[in-house]
C-alpha cells in the first residue's frame, strides 16, 4: 500500500531555465516532498524539460480548461497558490472536489493595491477581483501553509473574516493550527558550486579583481534602488574598485508581472550619473542552477524596499539564496529571512530609505575578507532548518491523512452561492468595458469633425 497520495501542484508560472519566487517555491517543494516518497505531477501552462525524482512536469492550458480538469481529476490532492485556486475554481464553475492545500505564502491583493497607487490609478475594479478572489480562495482550502510569523497571524485575520475561523474548526484544534501551518521558504539540501566566472573579467568594465554588489532578481515597484544608488553615489567616493549589477531590470515574462514605474526613475538616475556599463550593469535574469556560482562569485548581497505594509508580510526568495551561499548582504529592518542571515552574522539591516546605513554596512562589509567563512560554518549547523527537505514536513504530515477540514461542506456551499455571482460580475464589468470603449471611439470622432470645421472656418483646408 502506497504511504502517501498522489499530489497536483498548480503554478500559474514557468517552471524552466529562468524562475521567480513562486515558480522556485512550487518546483523547490514539489521536488522536497518528490524525494520523500510522493507522487507528485507539477501542472504549469508552459513548456519545461525539468524532471527530478519523483516529480513529473505536466503542462495545462488556460484556455482550455478541460485539460485542468482532467489533471485535477487524476489526483487525489491539490496545491496551489491563492490566487490560482481562486482562477481554477471559477473555470471549474464550482469548488474543487478533493482535498485542497492552498498555499498563501504571500498576499497578491496588497500588491495589486501597491501597482495601483504607483500607478496613480484610482480604487480599481481589479482590487475588487482580488478581494473576492480571496474570499474564494480562503473559504476552498481545507490546509492553507504561509512562510513566516507576521502572514501567520494575518491569514489568521484572513480565515476569520472568511468564515473559517468557526466553532467547527476550533472545536477540532482550539490553535486552529491543523488548518493554518508555517511551511517557510527553503534553500536546496546541496550547497551552491563554484563554476567559471560569469561576472568578474567576463562582463566588459567588470575586472576579476573589482568587488561586486549583487542586486538578485528584478526591480519592483516596492523596491528602493534609488535609496542603494544614492548610497553607491557615496561609496564611489571612498573606492574605485566597487560595480552594481542587477540579476534583472524586468520580469523574464512580462506577461506574468508587467514593467515597473520604479524602472524609469532607476534608469534615469544611472544615465544622469553616466554609470551605466561603467559602474552598473544589468544581466538577463540569472538561469535557476546557475545562480549559486554567481551568488559564490559576487561579494555582496543587496535587497533594499520602501516602508510599505508589503514589506511586512513579504518573503523575499533571494535573501534566501544569500543565505544558501553565506553571502553577506544589506537589506531592510523587519524582514523576516533578513533576522536569519543577521542571526547568523550575515546581514545588516537597515531603516527604509537610510543612505547612511547602506553606505556604512556595504563599506564594512566589502572590508572584512574572512566574514563568508566564518557565517558559513553557522549555516551549515542549521542546515536541516533551512533545506527545503526540512520546511516541507508539515505538508508531508498531511499528506499521510489528507482530510477535508471540518467546515469544508459549509465553505464550499458558500463557494457555490459565490461563483455565479462574480460570472455575472465579469460579465457586467466585460459589458462596461466594451461601452466605454464606444464612447471612447465616439468622442474621439466627435473631436476630429470640430476640428475639421475649425479648420475649414479658418480656411486652412
Not at 166 to 179: A, C, E, F, I, V
Not at 294 to 320: F, H, S
Request: overall charge negative; glycine content about 8%; some cysteine.
Amino acid at each position: 500500500m502506497k504511504q502517501f497520495p498522489n499530489l497536483l501542484v498548480i503554478t500559474h508560472e514557468s517552471v524552466g531555465e529562468k524562475m521567480a519566487g513562486p515558480s522556485i517555491r512550487y518546483w523547490e517543494i514539489s521536488r522536497a516532498l518528490g524525494a520523500q516518497g510522493v507522487d507528485v505531477s507539477l501542472a504549469t501552462p508552459y513548456e519545461s524539460s525539468r524532471s527530478a525524482q519523483g516529480v513529473e512536469i505536466k503542462q495545462f492550458f488556460w484556455e482550455d480548461p478541460h485539460s485542468l480538469f482532467q489533471l485535477i481529476n487524476d489526483h487525489e490532492v491539490i496545491l496551489a497558490n491563492g490566487p490560482v485556486t481562486a482562477r481554477v475554481v471559477h473555470l471549474l464553475g464550482e469548488p474543487i472536489p478533493k482535498p485542497a492545500v492552498v498555499d498563501i505564502y504571500y498576499s497578491p491583493e496588497i500588491e495589486q493595491m501597491m501597482l495601483n497607487i504607483m500607478k496613480d490609478r484610482a480604487y480599481s475594479v481589479l482590487d475588487s477581483a482580488a478581494f473576492d478572489d480571496l474570499h474564494t480562495y480562503l473559504r476552498q482550502g481545507d490546509l492553507f501553509t504561509c512562510a513566516i510569523e507576521t502572514q501567520y497571524d494575518f491569514w489568521l485575520g484572513g480565515l476569520l473574516t472568511a468564515g473559517r475561523m468557526n466553532t467547527q474548526t476550533l472545536r477540532k484544534n482550539l490553535t486552529l493550527n491543523h488548518m493554518l501551518k508555517m511551511v517557510p521558504m527553503g534553500f536546496p539540501d546541496i550547497a551552491p558550486i563554484r563554476g567559471d566566472n560569469m561576472i568578474k573579467g567576463v562582463v566588459p568594465g567588470i575586472a576579476k579583481e573589482d568587488k561586486v554588489i549583487y542586486w538578485g532578481g528584478g526591480v519592483w515597484d516596492w523596491t528602493d534602488p534609488i535609496t542603494l544608488l544614492e548610497a553607491f553615489k557615496q561609496i564611489l567616493e571612498h573606492r574605485d574598485d566597487v560595480r552594481l549589477v542587477f540579476g534583472a531590470l524586468h520580469h523574464y515574462e512580462q506577461k506574468i508581472v508587467p514593467e515597473m514605474s520604479v524602472t524609469g526613475r532607476l534608469m534615469e538616475f544611472i544615465r544622469n550619473e553616466d554609470w551605466l556599463d561603467k559602474y552598473v550593469f544589468f544581466l538577463d535574469w540569472v538561469p535557476y542552477d546557475d545562480r549559486g556560482s554567481y551568488l559564490l562569485e559576487v561579494d555582496l548581497g543587496v535587497g533594499l524596499t520602501l516602508d510599505t505594509i508589503e514589506n511586512r508580510y513579504a518573503v523575499r526568495a533571494r535573501l534566501m539564496d544569500c543565505l544558501w551561499a553565506a553571502l553577506p548582504c544589506i537589506t531592510n529592518e523587519g524582514d523576516d529571512i533578513g533576522e536569519k542571515l543577521r542571526e547568523v552574522g550575515l546581514a545588516r539591516l537597515v531603516q527604509p530609505g537610510d543612505v547612511n546605513g547602506v553606505k556604512e554596512g556595504i563599506l564594512e562589509f566589502l572590508g572584512d575578507d574572512g566574514i563568508r567563512e566564518k557565517s558559513n560554518e553557522l549555516v551549515k549547523e542549521n542546515w536541516s532548518t533551512f533545506s527545503w527537505s526540512g520546511v516541507v514536513q508539515p505538508l508531508l504530515e498531511y499528506l499521510k491523512d489528507p482530510v477535508f477540514a471540518p467546515d469544508a461542506e459549509q465553505a464550499r456551499s458558500i463557494l457555490r452561492n459565490q461563483i455565479p455571482l462574480r460570472k455575472e460580475w465579469e460579465d457586467l464589468r466585460a459589458e462596461n468595458e466594451a461601452l466605454n470603449h464606444q464612447i471612447d471611439m465616439i468622442r474621439q470622432r466627435r473631436i476630429v469633425r470640430f476640428t475639421d470645421r475649425v479648420n475649414k472656418l479658418l480656411g486652412r483646408e
